[in-house]
């Protein structure tokens, strides 16, 4: 297949709209489980919704709720893979936990836990916590309920380790490695993902010359080869390979559009390193196609 007939991911669904995200996450849940179940998950969404739009400021790249909704996207559409590949259903309730914790990835998966997050005002920590405290009273969760949440809340890409000992139900340990893998596929698959490395890029490269900043971009690249994709593999039991199901089965596409995408972000970035000049770097990375 030629690179030109890819489909983007916005082509399925508005990715810069973030009910029409959270629309098809609830779509996808219900082909297995009872829309009354998924009460406790759109809860959760319109209150964080709703404290985000009222605390964030222009530009601030910390409560950044559109990724947080395309990582919870990405991991409905692996339990979506799972469960038509293994012909039964994941446990309701640790799916309901997986989303709740996706969900609150807006700044790391450390929105509640008692855990130092160096990028977020104490007060914004606070009312996250209100408000999941107030989902929680809601819908009666249990302490073992609440203490799974955590548990997957802990999940990123890059700190998740799957052997952990928190992690003895194998359900459990499954789920995490799913929410691991689909807080890979949504932050690297997005839009925007270029445009938050340019954040990156400029707290490292105000002294350096063009060789240097060519440098840290490469590693970048490096990075995702070398370690993100054996992650994805081999820690993660491949289980991102589960959405080429998902597409497949719903809407009659071959091939994992989440892959098509970073591999789409990695070969834009080694395009400009080769291309571009020290001063046009940065500019380059704020991709607007």
Known sequence: MRK?????????????????IFEEIKNIFIRHYSVESFHPVRSLFKRLNKFISDHKQPGDSVLDYSQAAQIALAFIRIVDGYNIQEKKKLNKESVILGLMASL????????????????LDISIKEGMRKVVDGIVDRYKLTEEEF?????????????????????????NKTIGMMLASADILGRMSSRN??????????????????EKRKLILKQNIEHYREVIMIRLEEEFQGLFKLCELHFSERCDIGYNMYIEAIDRQIEFLED????????????????RI
């Not at 609150?104 to 990028?119: A, I, Q, R, T, W």
């Open 147 to 171: 203490s799974r949440l955590r548990q997957f809340s802990s999940c990123s890409g890059i700190d998740f380790l799957p052997g952990q000992d928190d992690f003895k139900e194998p359900e």
């Open 272 to 287: 400009i390193i080769a291309e571009e000049g020290a001063d046009s770097l940065h500019k380059s990375l704020k991709r």
């Open 104 to 119: 609150l990835s807006v700044h790391g998966l450390y929105s509640f836990l008692d855990v130092p997050e160096k990028n």
């Open 193 to 210: 993902y270029l445009e938050k490395l340019v954040w990156y890029y400029d707290g490292i490269t105000q002294n350096a010359d063009e």
């Open 4 to 20: 030109a007939d890819f489909l983007q991911m916005s082509q399925l669904v508005d990715m810069t709209n973030l009910h029409a």
